[in-house]
C-alpha cells in the first residue's frame, strides 16, 4: 500500500484562505497532464473566490510556484520560488463562472517564471504588449504586483510563501511606474482601485488630476526606481576606421521603448543612480558622471553621461525610426530602429516607429 501524499505546502495555502471565505467551496481548475509530463499548464491548480468586498470580484488563488507536497529545493527559507499569484477581476451580477481569460492569463505567468527563473515581487511590472484579455476592447495592457491585502506571508513546512497579487494597468500607468515607482502609483490611485482589483472597463488613473499631480510630484522628488529594464532591442556596432573617415560606434535600441529608455535616464542620472539596460545577449549601463565618454568590454557597454547628455538624450529618444549622435560623446550614434508587437500566434499586430 502506497504511502499518503504530503500536502503539506497545499494545505497551508488553503487554511489561509478558510480564515478569509469560511466555509466557501471555490472553483478549482486542475491540471489533467503534469507540466513535467509534457502538460501545458504549469500550475498545478487555481481556485477563484467569489468576494463581495470592497466590490464583487473574483478573488484567484494559484498552487504550484511554492512547493505544495514533498520539499525538493536546496533553499529551506523559502518553499519553490517563494510565492503564489492571486488576482482580483470585477465579477458581474450574472457571472457563475470565472472568465477563462484570466485562468489561461495566470497559467502564462506560470510559463513565464518556468521558463525564465524570473520570480515576482511586489513592486514589479510588466507589459503585456497588448490587451491582458486578448481580443477584449480594454486599456489594460500591462500588469503590476503588489502585496495582496487580505493575504499576509506565510510559514508552511517547505518554508515561506508570498501572495503577489496582479494588478492590470493601462500604458501609461506602466510608464508612470517605470520613471517613479509601481507601489507610488498603485497606493495614489486606491481609493480608485480598491484592493487593487482588476476592472477591464476602467479609465487610465492619470485621468484624474489628482493622481496625474501626485505621480507627476513623485517623479520629479524621488526620481525613478527603475534601476534595471529589459529590452529586446539593443545592440552595439564598433565603429570601423579608414584611412579618410571614421565611422561612429552606434547603440541601437528598439523604437516602442526609446521614449521611456529618454524619461528614464532623466528620472535615474539626474538624481544621480545608474540605469541598466539588459537584452539576452547585451548589456549598456548608463552612469552618472561629470566627463561623458563610453567604455567597452566584449558583450558590456558603460556610458557616462553628464546633465546636458541626459537632457539632449531626453528630447532626441522619440519612438521613431532615426539616427543621430549626442553633440556630448563624439564618436558614438544611436539608432532607433522599428519595433514589432506580435500576438501569440507570431502575427504581426503593430509596428512602432
Excluded at 55 to 60: D, N, S
Excluded at 117 to 125: A, E
Excluded at 188 to 214: K, M, N
Excluded at 264 to 284: C, D, N, P, Y
Aim: hydrophobic content about 35%; aromatic content about 10%.
Amino acid at each position: 500500500m502506497s504511502e499518503e501524499l504530503n500536502t503539506s505546502g497545499w494545505d497551508a495555502i488553503d487554511e489561509e484562505l478558510l480564515k478569509i471565505y469560511g466555509e466557501q467551496e471555490p472553483k478549482h481548475y486542475g491540471t489533467v497532464i503534469p507540466y513535467l509530463l509534457g502538460g501545458e499548464d504549469p500550475l498545478e491548480g487555481i481556485s477563484a473566490y467569489k468576494s463581495e468586498t470592497p466590490v464583487p470580484h473574483w478573488h484567484f488563488v494559484t498552487y504550484g510556484f511554492s512547493e505544495l507536497y514533498e520539499k525538493e529545493s536546496e533553499n529551506a527559507e523559502y518553499s519553490g520560488y517563494g510565492f503564489e499569484l492571486t488576482f482580483r477581476l470585477d465579477r458581474k451580477e450574472d457571472e457563475v463562472e470565472p472568465p477563462a481569460w484570466a485562468l489561461n492569463l495566470l497559467q502564462n505567468m506560470g510559463r513565464y517564471v518556468f521558463n525564465s527563473g524570473n520570480v515576482f515581487r511586489s513592486g514589479d511590472y510588466l507589459d503585456a504588449n497588448g490587451p491582458i484579455c486578448q481580443g477584449a476592447d480594454t486599456l489594460l495592457t500591462a500588469l503590476a504586483f503588489t502585496i495582496d491585502p487580505e493575504l499576509p506571508a506565510i510559514d508552511t513546512p517547505n518554508g515561506q510563501v508570498e501572495f503577489i497579487q496582479m494588478v492590470g494597468i493601462t500604458g501609461d500607468e506602466l510608464e508612470a511606474m517605470q520613471t517613479w515607482n509601481t507601489m507610488g502609483v498603485l497606493n495614489a490611485g486606491l481609493e480608485y482601485i480598491p484592493s487593487y482589483v482588476t476592472d477591464l472597463s476602467r479609465a487610465s488613473l492619470l485621468q484624474i488630476p489628482s493622481i496625474a499631480g501626485a505621480v507627476e510630484k513623485g517623479m520629479e522628488e524621488d526620481g525613478s526606481s527603475t534601476g534595471f529594464l529589459f529590452v529586446d532591442q539593443l545592440a552595439w556596432e564598433q565603429g570601423k576606421k579608414g584611412l579618410f573617415s571614421k565611422q561612429a560606434n552606434k547603440l541601437t535600441l528598439g523604437a516602442k521603448q526609446a521614449g521611456i529608455i529618454g524619461k528614464l535616464l532623466r528620472g535615474r542620472i539626474l538624481k544621480e543612480k545608474s540605469l541598466t539596460l539588459v537584452s539576452q545577449e547585451f548589456r549598456v549601463v548608463f552612469e552618472p558622471g561629470e566627463k561623458c565618454g563610453y567604455n567597452v568590454e566584449e558583450t558590456d557597454v558603460t556610458i557616462t553621461l553628464n546633465d546636458k547628455a541626459v537632457m539632449e538624450l531626453h528630447q532626441s529618444l522619440m519612438p521613431q525610426e532615426q539616427e543621430f549622435e549626442i553633440s556630448s560623446i563624439p564618436g558614438l550614434s544611436i539608432q532607433i530602429a522599428k519595433t514589432t508587437i506580435k500576438d501569440q500566434q507570431g502575427n504581426v499586430v503593430e509596428t512602432i516607429g
